[in-house]
C-alpha cells in the first residue's frame, strides 16, 4: 500500500507556479491576481480564505481580499462581482461559499464573468468540462486528476466508481473520469439511492468516496488492489484536540488501507489540492491560457 | 416483452402541444416560432428539417426556414445568428448540423442565445442541466427520459448502463439518468475502452445502447427482464427497401428483445421522439417557461 501524500503534491506544485511566475515576472509580465470575496465571519470560510490568501504569497500571486458583513445586500454583493469582472487588474476571483441565506448563491455565480471563474462554477465553465472544451475545472476534481496523473496512476479502462453526486464532486468527477482526454475510464456512479452500493464498489479499481458521512466506506467495500480517493472531511468531536475536533474522511481507513495499492489519507490527501488547484487556475487566468 | 413505441407516443405528445398552442392563442397569445437554419444540401439533413418544419405545422407553430449555399461564411452565419438571436417574434432557433469544415461548429452553437437553444447544444445549457438548473435539454436525452416516464418505467435506484459517451447522446444521459430530479439511478457508463463492456452491461437493469454500430448489443449483453433503449440508426444498404438502405439500431433486436421487459424498436423507437422534444422545447421557450 502506497500513501498519496496531497500535501507534499500540492507544495511540489506551488513550487512549480511560483517558478513560473518569478519567469513571468522576469520576461516583463505581470503576477497573476486572485481576488476573494468573504462575507460574514463563518470559522470554516475564514480559514479557506486565509489559507487561499496564504497559498497566492507562496505562488507569488498578488491577492486582494474584500470583505463583507454578513448583512451586505445580494445587490451589493452583485455590484462587487460587476466591479471584479471588470477590474484590468484582477485575473480570477472568487466569492467564498456558503453565502447568507437571503443571497442567492446562483445568482452571485452566474454574475461572474465565466473568463475569470477561477473556481470553475459557472455553468459555462460546467458545461465546456461536460462537452470536453478548454475551461476552468473546478478544484476538488482536477486536484483528484492531478494526484492521480502525478502518481502514475492508469485510468484508461478501469473500473472507476463514484460515491456521491454532489454538483462540485461526484458529478464532476464522473464526466471527468469518463472522458477520454481525462480518465478514459469505465464510470459508475452511486448514491443514497443505489440499490447496492456496497456491491458496486466493491467492483472499483478505483474508488472515489465523496459522500460525507465519516468512516462510510469499509473493508467490504473495497476489491484488493484498489486504489481509493477520500474526498469526505467531517469535522468529528475529539476532546484530545486542540481545536476539539479532527477531520474525519469518508474512509474507514484502519481497515481499509491494507487493502489498496494507494489510498489517500484524511487530512493530507485531497484536501491540500484543492487550494493548490484554485492557484493553478489563477495561473492558468493570468497568462490568458484557457480565455483570451 | 413490451415494445415502447415511440411513433406512437410522439403523436399523442404532439397532439397535446397542438391543443395547448390553441388555447393559448385563443387567450390571445402568441404561437411559439421555430427557425431552422440550413447549410447545403445533406440528404440526411434535408430531410431532418423537412420533418422539423411539418412537425411546427402539426403542432400548430410558425415556422421559418433560412438557406444557404454550402459557401457560405462563418461570419454570415455568425450575422445570421445574431438576427436571429434578436429577431422578435422568433422564440427558438436551431442551426441544422453538421456544417462544413470550413464553419466551426463550437463557434455558432456559442454564438446562440441560450434562451433560445432549443437543441440544448450551448454550454450554458450543457452546464445547467449538468447541476440539475433549469434549462433545455437537448433532444435525444429528453426523449428517452419522456419514453421511460410515460411507460411508467421505474428508474430510481435501479441500475442504469449507458453503452457511448458521445456529446449529444452517452453523456447528458448519464447525467440526466444520476440526477435526483429525472433518473435517480445508479449509472454506468461504458465506451470503447471499456474492459468489459459484456460484463457491465449484463449489469444493467435499463440498457440504453448508443454507440452508433449495428448489432452491438447481442444477447449475451442483456440480463432478462431489462429495459432496453435502442438510440442507434445507421444506414444499412439494402437492396430490398425503395431507398436502397434500412436503419439498423445498436441493438440486435430479433436475440434480445425476447429477454426485455421493454425495448424500443429502430425505427419507431427512440427516433420520432426527438423532434417531438424541440417542439417541446420550442413551447417552452414560446411560453418563457425556462428562460425569461
Not at 490568501?53 to 500571486?61: M, N, S, T, Y
Not at 437571503?102 to 468540462?129: C, L, T, W
Not at 462537452?131 to 492521480?148: D, H, N, V
Not at 494507494?262 to 484543492?274: A, F, L, R, S
Request: proline letters at 5%.
Amino acid at each position: 500500500m502506497q500513501l498519496i501524500d496531497g500535501k507534499a503534491t500540492a507544495a511540489a506544485i506551488k513550487k512549480e507556479i511560483a517558478e513560473e511566475v518569478e519567469r513571468i515576472v522576469a520576461a516583463g509580465g505581470k503576477r497573476p491576481h486572485l481576488a476573494a470575496v468573504l462575507v460574514g465571519h463563518d470559522g470554516g470560510s475564514e480559514t479557506y480564505v486565509r489559507n487561499k490568501v496564504l497559498a497566492c504569497e507562496a505562488c507569488g500571486f498578488e491577492s486582494t481580499l474584500i470583505r463583507y458583513e454578513d448583512d451586505v445586500t445580494e445587490a451589493e454583493l452583485l455590484a462587487c462581482v460587476d466591479r471584479l469582472n471588470h477590474h484590468d487588474e484582477v485575473d480570477g476571483f472568487i466569492v467564498q461559499l456558503p453565502l447568507p441565506a437571503h443571497i442567492s448563491e446562483q445568482k452571485i455565480i452566474e454574475a461572474i464573468d465565466y473568463r475569470k471563474d477561477v473556481d470553475g462554477f459557472h455553468p459555462i465553465n460546467v458545461g465546456r468540462m461536460a462537452i470536453g472544451l478548454p475551461c476552468f475545472i473546478s478544484a476538488t476534481p482536477k486536484g483528484i486528476l492531478e494526484l492521480l496523473q502525478r502518481y502514475h496512476i492508469e485510468t484508461t479502462g478501469r473500473k472507476c466508481v463514484i460515491l456521491g453526486r454532489s454538483n462540485i464532486v461526484g458529478k464532476p468527477m464522473a464526466q471527468l473520469m469518463m472522458q477520454k482526454l481525462y480518465g478514459n475510464a469505465t464510470v459508475t456512479v452511486c448514491h443514497s439511492q443505489s440499490t447496492d452500493l456496497k456491491k458496486e464498489a466493491r467492483e472499483a479499481d478505483i474508488l472515489i468516496a465523496a459522500v460525507g458521512s465519516p468512516a462510510f466506506v469499509t473493508a467490504d467495500m473495497v476489491k484488493p488492489g484498489a486504489v481509493v480517493i477520500d474526498v469526505g472531511t467531517t469535522r468529528v468531536p475529539d476532546a484530545s484536540r486542540p481545536k476539539g475536533f479532527r477531520l474525519q474522511g469518508d474512509v474507514d481507513f484502519e481497515q481499509v488501507a491494507p487493502l489498496c495499492s494507494y489510498i489517500t489519507p484524511v487530512p493530507g490527501g485531497v484536501g491540500p489540492m484543492t487550494i493548490c488547484m484554485l492557484m493553478m487556475n489563477t495561473l492558468a487566468a493570468g497568462k490568458k491560457e484557457i480565455y483570451a
